[in-house]
């Protein structure tokens, strides 16, 4: 196991706790599939160093990314071992044509087990995973959708010094919590609120701002769903949305902006359920997926 904090090496038998400066590791390769210094390595890319903040949908996307490679690299050695072993059988039964048999059914068994790991996306496991891991070392970075819970209505977590020259409606807490915490709102002007009306004090903050500035643009950022898809309908017809009185514009992912493409994340309704790479959009919406508008990093 090599320590993410010192680098330090040591062997699962010596303990969980680095011998030279105590870090407590959470993971083992073997059992879990990942290492301790890999998610952290997996961590400050995401957040370029910590610069930046990340939300779960694209820190478990990028560890399923991460085991999606470390399939390639077995199948790789998987080959390798094909051609050695059939070799082997044909070389000492003098039978080239059983170990070139053996070497073919073992190949695409390999390559069919590949390409299945290759299109699913254990999110469940990512997930339990990750949670295991903050129990003893919290994500700085990881932007949960409760930054700002605490915020009173009279005060604002976002910089309203600027006069903001739009209202950004997201579909999630999260990614409000993302966007912010990336200075998006403060560099684009943009006061950030989510389909819940998080954070309360930037909802009340929007209210005033179309009072007193009607024709403020409203936009609307949301996920490939049918729910997403809906959204705009939504809040129209919510009263306590008075935003949807003004011209909203819809920015979120369409169906057409993902007809034709290559294979995309799909995430289920579940939290426990898996999601799988695929490029038939009609049939991941009719079952409930989404494809999420942060399936790539900050």
């Known amino acids: 196991m090599r320590c993410p904090d010192c680098n330090h090496n040591q062997r699962y038998r010596d303990g969980t706790r680095c011998g030279k400066c105590s870090y407590q590791f959470v993971f083992r390769k073997k059992s879990d599939g990942l290492s301790d210094h890999a998610l952290r390595q997996i ?24 085991w999606q490679r470390s399939a390639t690299q077995i199948l790789v050695s998987g080959l390798i071992f094909v051609a050695i ?46 949670d295991r891991y903050q129990q003893s070392h919290p994500i700085t970075a990881l932007a949960d959708g409760r ?10 977590p976002q910089d309203l010094q600027y006069a903001p020259e739009r209202i950004l409606v997201v579909e999630r807490d999260d990614l409000v919590d993302m966007l912010v915490r990336n200075r998006f709102h403060a560099t684009h002007k943009t006061v950030i609120v989510s389909r819940s009306g998080y954070p309360q004090a930037a909802f009340a903050a929007c209210r005033h701002f179309l009072k007193h500035h009607p024709a403020i643009p409203v936009q609307l950022l949301h996920d490939a769903s049918l729910q997403g898809f809906n959204l705009k309908a939504q809040l129209a017809a919510d009263t306590n949305w008075p ?17 034709n493409t ?21 049939s991941m919406l009719r079952t409930g997926h989404r494809m999420p508008i942060d399936f790539i990093g900050p």
């Open 43 to 66: 961590i400050r890319r995401l957040s370029d160093n910590g610069q930046y903040a990340f939300t779960l949908t694209q820190l478990t996307l990028e560890l399923c990314r991460y």
């Open 262 to 282: 290559a294979r995309l994340p799909w995430l289920p309704a579940g939290r426990r359920a898996n999601g799988r790479l695929s490029t038939d959009y009609a």
């Open 147 to 156: 930054a700002f819970a605490q915020q009173t209505v009279t005060a604002t």
């Open 243 to 259: 935003l949807a009185r003004q011209s909203l514009v819809d920015l979120g992912l369409s169906q057409e902006a993902i007809k």
């Open 85 to 130: 072993i059939s070799g082997f059988v044909g070389f000492f039964f003098g039978s080239w044509s059983i170990a070139l048999l053996l070497g073919i059914i073992l190949v695409i068994f390999s390559v069919w087990k590949t390409q299945q790991q290759r299109i699913s996306l254990p999110l469940s496991k990512a997930r339990k995973l990750l």
